[in-house]
C-alpha cells in the first residue's frame, strides 16, 4: 500500500546543501503527503463527506542557539530547493560551512499492520457502517434521541532528511470511527460516546466491532440519563482498566516532556532519581505499541520510537524528549518529537501512556472497597502542569458498597493533584485497558492513546460537572 516519496536522497541533500549555504550549523527536511477523509452521519443523513490531499514540506536551519524554519506546499524539487533558500536566508551569514553527510534511506520496521489499505475501500461501503451504528444505537431504547456517527481516515506519507546523513520515510494510516449518542428522560439530557480508533487498515472496522461501539455509546447515554447525580465529597476511588489512562496523560504524561521540564515549567522539573509515586506505579510511554493510536516507526525527526520507561517503581528516570531537548538535559532521545504537520515546528509529546500492570485482581480491589466511587470511563479535562491539579469529567460511574457495584452515578468530577495522587495508589490490578484522543498542546494536535490497569485511590474528591 506504500509509495515511495516523491523526494529522492539526491534531492533531499541538494535542499539540505542549500539550507546550509549561508552558514548554518544543522538542517533537517520534513516531507509529507496527506491524504483524508471525513464523512458525518448524522440523525440518518449524510451531512459531512469531505476529502483533501495537503502536501508539503518545513526546513529547519539551526546556528548556535537560533532556529529558522521555513514550510510551505511543494509539488516539484524545484519548489523545495527554493523553501531551503528561504530558510538558509534567515541564517545570519558567516561562519565555516558545514559539509552535508551522504543522504542514504534506511527504512525502520514498521510496527502496525494495515491489511487492508483504507482507500481502496469504496464510499458506499464506509457509509454503511455508519448506518450500522445508526441503526444499533437506535433500537437499544426509546429514550435515544439522536444518533451522530463519524467515519475518519488519515494516510500520512512522511519524509525525513537531515544533514548529519539520516533519510527515514513512514507511512502511518489512521482510522477513527466515532459513535456520539444522547438520550432524553424528561428533562434530562445525557449523552454516551465510544469509538474505534488506531493504526491498522480497514481490518479492524468489522461489523462486530461497529455494533459494539454503537451499542457502548447508547447504552452509556441510556444509563447516565436514568442516574442520579453524583454526590460530592471525598471517597476511595476504583479506576476501572476501562477508564483508559486519561489520568495518566493529563496529570502525570505532559508533566514528563522535556520541553517543560527544561524551562522549570512541570512539578517534576529536576527531579530525575526522585521518588514522585508510588512504589507500585511504573509509568511507560511507547511508541512502538503495535496498532495503537499514537504508534509510528520513528518520530517527526526520524529517531525510531521505542518503550521508555519514565517512572519505575514511583522513582522518576526520564522525560519524553526530542533531539533538542535531549541535548540540553543530558538524557537520550526517546522519540517523542512530533508535529501536527509540515506547518510545524516539532515539539516534545505523549505516544501511548500507561501505567503497568501490577498484580492485584481487579475484583479483589473493588471487594476491598466498603463506600466509595467506580469510575467506568473517563472523559476529557484539564490539567495545570506547573502545580499538577486537575479536574477530570467522569462519563461513566457507580457507587460502590459493600464491595460491589451500586446505583450509578452522573455529573461526577475527579479533581485532585497528579504527583499527590500517584503517591497514594495503593492497589493496582494485573489487568490493562486502552482509550484514545487527540492532545493538545502549543497550538498543536497529536493522535494519542493512553492505558492504565484497575487502581485503587484511597481518598479522593468526586466533585460535579465541569462547567
Same mark, same amino acid.
Given at each position: 500500500?506504500?509509495?515511495?516519496?516523491?523526494?529522492?536522497?539526491?534531492?533531499?541533500?541538494?535542499?539540505?546543501?542549500? #539550507?546550509?549555504?549561508?552558514?548554518?550549523?544543522?538542517?533537517? $527536511?520534513?516531507?509529507?503527503?496527506?491524504?483524508?477523509?471525513?464523512?458525518?452521519?448524522?440523525?440518518?443523513?449524510?451531512?459531512?463527506?469531505?476529502?483533501?490531499?495537503?502536501?508539503?514540506?518545513?526546513?529547519?536551519?539551526?546556528?548556535?542557539?537560533? &532556529?529558522?524554519?521555513?514550510?510551505?506546499?511543494?509539488?516539484?524539487?524545484?519548489?523545495?530547493?527554493?523553501?531551503?533558500?528561504?530558510?538558509?536566508?534567515?541564517?545570519?551569514?558567516?561562519?565555516? $560551512?558545514?559539509?552535508?553527510?551522504?543522504?542514504?534511506?534506511?527504512?525502520?520496521?514498521?510496527?502496525?499492520?494495515?491489511?487492508?489499505?483504507?482507500?481502496?475501500? #469504496?464510499?458506499?461501503?464506509?457509509?454503511? $457502517?455508519?448506518?450500522? #451504528?445508526?441503526?444499533?444505537?437506535?433500537?437499544?431504547?426509546?429514550?435515544?434521541?439522536?444518533?451522530?456517527?463519524?467515519?475518519?481516515?488519515?494516510?500520512?506519507?512522511?519524509?525525513?532528511?537531515?544533514?548529519?546523513?539520516?533519510?527515514?520515510?513512514?507511512?502511518?494510516?489512521?482510522?477513527?470511527?466515532?459513535?456520539?449518542?444522547?438520550?432524553?428522560?424528561?428533562?434530562?439530557?445525557?449523552?454516551?460516546?465510544?469509538?474505534?480508533?488506531?493504526?491498522?487498515?480497514?481490518?479492524?472496522?468489522?461489523?462486530?466491532?461497529?455494533?459494539?461501539?454503537?451499542? &457502548?455509546?447508547?447504552?452509556?447515554?441510556?444509563?447516565?440519563?436514568?442516574?442520579?447525580?453524583?454526590?460530592?465529597?471525598?471517597?476511595?476511588?476504583?479506576?476501572?482498566?476501562?477508564?483508559?489512562?486519561?489520568?495518566?496523560?493529563?496529570?502525570?504524561?505532559?508533566?514528563?516532556?522535556?520541553?517543560?521540564?527544561?524551562?522549570?515549567?512541570?512539578?517534576?522539573?529536576?527531579?530525575?532519581?526522585?521518588?514522585?509515586?508510588?512504589?507500585?506505579?511504573?509509568?511507560?510511554?511507547?511508541?512502538?505499541?503495535?496498532?495503537?493510536?499514537?504508534?509510528?516507526?520513528?518520530?517527526?525527526?526520524?529517531?525510531?520510537?521505542?518503550?521508555?520507561?519514565?517512572?519505575?517503581?514511583?522513582?522518576?528516570?526520564?522525560? $519524553?524528549?526530542?533531539?533538542?531537548?535531549?541535548?540540553?538535559?543530558?538524557?537520550?532521545?526517546?522519540?517523542?518529537?512530533?508535529?501536527?504537520?509540515?506547518?510545524?515546528?516539532?515539539?516534545?509529546?505523549?505516544?501511548?501512556?500507561?501505567?503497568?500492570?501490577?498484580?492485584?485482581?481487579?475484583?479483589?480491589?473493588?471487594?476491598?472497597?466498603?463506600?466509595?466511587?467506580?469510575?467506568?470511563?473517563?472523559?476529557?479535562?484539564?490539567?495545570?502542569?506547573?502545580?499538577?491539579?486537575?479536574?477530570?469529567?467522569?462519563?461513566?460511574?457507580?457507587?460502590?458498597?459493600?464491595?460491589?457495584?451500586?446505583?450509578?452515578?452522573?455529573?461526577?468530577?475527579?479533581? =485532585?493533584?497528579?504527583?499527590?495522587?500517584?503517591?497514594?495508589?495503593?492497589?493496582?490490578?494485573?489487568?490493562?485497558?486502552?482509550?484514545? =484522543?487527540?492532545?493538545?498542546?502549543?497550538?498543536? =494536535?497529536?493522535?494519542?492513546?493512553?492505558?492504565?490497569?484497575?487502581?485503587?485511590?484511597?481518598?479522593?474528591?468526586? =466533585?460535579?460537572?465541569?462547567?
Amino acid at each position: 500500500m506504500t509509495r515511495t516519496p516523491s523526494i529522492s536522497a539526491r534531492e533531499a541533500g541538494q535542499a539540505l546543501r542549500t #539550507a546550509l549555504s549561508r552558514g548554518g550549523d544543522w538542517a533537517e $527536511l520534513f516531507w509529507e503527503r496527506h491524504e483524508t477523509l471525513q464523512i458525518v452521519l448524522d440523525d440518518g443523513h449524510v451531512e459531512d463527506a469531505i476529502s483533501g490531499v495537503d502536501q508539503g514540506a518545513g526546513i529547519r536551519v539551526t546556528k548556535g542557539e537560533r &532556529t529558522t524554519y521555513a514550510n510551505g506546499n511543494v509539488n516539484d524539487v524545484d519548489d523545495l530547493i527554493a523553501l531551503a533558500g528561504r530558510a538558509a536566508r534567515g541564517v545570519e551569514e558567516g561562519g565555516a $560551512l558545514h559539509e552535508v553527510g551522504e543522504v542514504t534511506p534506511d527504512e525502520l520496521p514498521r510496527p502496525s499492520t494495515v491489511a487492508i489499505d483504507p482507500r481502496s475501500v #469504496a464510499v458506499e461501503r464506509k457509509v454503511a $457502517l455508519l448506518r450500522r #451504528a445508526d441503526q444499533v444505537a437506535r433500537s437499544l431504547d426509546p429514550r435515544v434521541s439522536q444518533v451522530t456517527v463519524s467515519y475518519g481516515e488519515s494516510v500520512q506519507e512522511v519524509l525525513i532528511a537531515n544533514s548529519d546523513g539520516l533519510h527515514r520515510s513512514d507511512t502511518r494510516v489512521r482510522l477513527n470511527f466515532a459513535v456520539h449518542v444522547v438520550a432524553k428522560q424528561g428533562e434530562v439530557l445525557e449523552s454516551g460516546f465510544e469509538a474505534l480508533r488506531g493504526t491498522s487498515g480497514f481490518e479492524m472496522l468489522s461489523e462486530e466491532a461497529v455494533a459494539e461501539a454503537a451499542h &457502548t455509546a447508547a447504552r452509556r447515554a441510556v444509563l447516565n440519563v436514568g442516574a442520579e447525580p453524583a454526590p460530592a465529597g471525598t471517597y476511595t476511588v476504583v479506576l476501572s482498566s476501562e477508564a483508559g489512562g486519561t489520568l495518566i496523560h493529563e496529570s502525570v504524561g505532559h508533566g514528563l516532556e522535556a520541553d517543560l521540564n527544561l524551562k522549570g515549567l512541570s512539578v517534576y522539573s529536576g527531579r530525575i532519581g526522585q521518588k514522585v509515586a508510588s512504589e507500585l506505579i511504573t509509568v511507560i510511554d511507547d511508541g512502538t505499541d503495535p496498532d495503537k493510536r499514537g504508534t509510528a516507526a520513528m518520530d517527526d525527526e526520524g529517531t525510531p520510537t521505542q518503550r521508555t520507561v519514565l517512572i519505575e517503581n514511583g522513582v522518576l528516570r526520564t522525560y $519524553l524528549s526530542d533531539r533538542k531537548h535531549a541535548a540540553k538535559l543530558g538524557i537520550p532521545r526517546s522519540g517523542n518529537a512530533r508535529r501536527e504537520s509540515f506547518r510545524y515546528l516539532p515539539i516534545c509529546r505523549m505516544t501511548t501512556t500507561m501505567i503497568a500492570p501490577g498484580s492485584s485482581d481487579p475484583a479483589e480491589i473493588l471487594r476491598s472497597v466498603k463506600d466509595g466511587v467506580f469510575v467506568k470511563k473517563m472523559g476529557g479535562g484539564q490539567v495545570d502542569v506547573v502545580s499538577g491539579n486537575f479536574a477530570f469529567e467522569i462519563t461513566e460511574c457507580y457507587r460502590i458498597r459493600d464491595g460491589s457495584l451500586a446505583e450509578p452515578l452522573r455529573g461526577a468530577t475527579l479533581v =485532585g493533584q497528579g504527583p499527590k495522587l500517584m503517591s497514594e495508589i495503593d492497589m493496582v490490578g494485573n489487568d490493562l485497558g486502552y482509550s484514545t =484522543g487527540t492532545c493538545g498542546k502549543d497550538g498543536q =494536535g497529536a493522535p494519542v492513546a493512553d492505558a492504565q490497569p484497575t487502581i485503587r485511590i484511597p481518598s479522593v474528591v468526586v =466533585g460535579g460537572k465541569l462547567k
